[in-house]
């Protein structure tokens, strides 16, 4: 199982990024998704995540309103747009996928960073 996370970069405060996370190796029909930040100094944190149908989503309190997580089962992708962004929210990103069968993310990807500058 691979995760590649992509889309992070530098937005100014206000501005909006869009994440992606390809995976493969897994049955997306079986697998949740989702988004984890961790930013300097700070403990890693879930910011959203997707069930396999798509059907349900979690939100972290501190972006309900201005995230969105998605995923498209036929690419293999999840996604994350992130709007009206603060520098609270610069960090660096990972997805990350769980089996159907654990209550934990067993795979992760590499991480994208984002920075949000004032």
């Known amino acids: 199982v691979q995760l590649q996370a992509s889309g992070g970069g530098l937005v100014q405060a206000g501005g909006s990024l869009g994440l992606s996370c390809a995976t493969s190796?897994?049955?997306?029909?079986?697998?949740?998704l989702g988004w984890f930040r961790q930013a300097p100094g700070k403990e890693r944190e879930a910011v959203s995540c997707i069930s396999a149908s798509g059907r349900s989503t979690y939100y972290a309190d501190s972006v309900k309103g201005r995230f969105t997580i998605s995923r498209d089962n036929a690419k293999n992708i999840v996604y994350l747009q992130m709007n009206s962004l603060t520098p609270e929210d610069t960090g660096v990103y990972y997805c990350?996928?769980?089996?159907?069968?654990?209550?934990?993310?067993?795979?992760w990807g590499q991480g994208t960073l984002v920075t949000v500058s004032s």
């Open positions: 990350a996928a769980q089996p159907h069968y654990s209550v934990v993310f067993d795979y």
């Open positions: 190796g897994l049955d997306s029909a079986y697998y949740g």
